[in-house]
């Protein structure tokens, strides 16, 4: 089927997440306008269809939000992918945004790990703490049970520089879930 639907209720967070690895429907909000930006841009380049509806303590900041949105989207993925069998498995790209470059490469292994290589110019882009990017894509990262690399190699600007990761990500996600003939992409038989 490709799809799943996660709910997560915390004391901090409420958080749905409807995600379809074929396409469809986008739909973002968690209150954080640039995060909403961040993963519209991550549904599209990445073809697939997602509705986000998050409400968390933002009168704290946006820590808590950020994070269980990356931990909700991670198990949706890892639903959604099954098996993991008749997939790609890997996929890496490289998006240029205006004067930034981002890398994503992504392994669908079953062994979550993130390698995060970014100094952001700015510390805030809106209301989003631009350190959140790291946190989200750890937590998207370990629950979908993949794993990540992921580096900006220049840039100036830190909305083009997470914009680029986010799309870069997105693409690398892309090409790993793409539909092959093939069982499961491993030399052992499982992942």
Same mark, same amino acid.
């Given at each position: ?38 993963? =519209? ?24 939000? #950020? ?38 490469? #992504?392994?669908?292994?079953? %062994?979550?790990?993130? #390698? ?7 510390? %805030? ?17 370990? =629950? ?6 992921? %580096?900006?190699?220049?840039?100036? =600007? ?15 996600? %892309?090409?790993? #879930? ?14």
């Amino acid at each position: 089927m490709r799809t799943s639907v996660q709910k997560r209720k915390t004391k901090e967070t409420d958080i749905a997440v409807s995600l379809s690895l074929d396409g469809g429907e986008v739909s973002i909000s968690t209150g954080i306008g640039f995060f909403d930006h961040m993963l =519209n841009a991550f549904a599209v380049h990445g073809g697939f269809g997602l509705t986000v509806e998050a409400v968390g303590d933002l009168e704290v900041d946006g820590h808590h939000t #950020v994070e269980d949105v990356g931990i909700v989207l991670g198990k949706a993925f890892a639903e959604a992918l099954g098996d993991k069998s008749g997939i790609a498995r890997f996929g890496t790209f490289f998006v240029p945004m205006d004067e930034a470059l981002a890398f994503a490469s #992504v392994d669908i292994s079953g %062994r979550p790990y993130l #390698v995060f290589q970014a100094e952001f110019q700015q510390e %805030r882009v809106g209301e989003f703490d631009t350190c959140l990017t790291e946190e989200f894509l750890r937590a998207f990262a370990v =629950n979908a049970g993949i794993t990540l690399h992921t %580096r900006i190699e220049y840039g100036k =600007n830190a909305h083009h520089e997470i914009e680029g990761m986010f799309k870069a990500v997105a693409h690398a996600m %892309r090409l790993a #879930v793409a539909k092959t003939s093939a069982g499961v992409l491993s030399t052992k038989g499982s992942l």
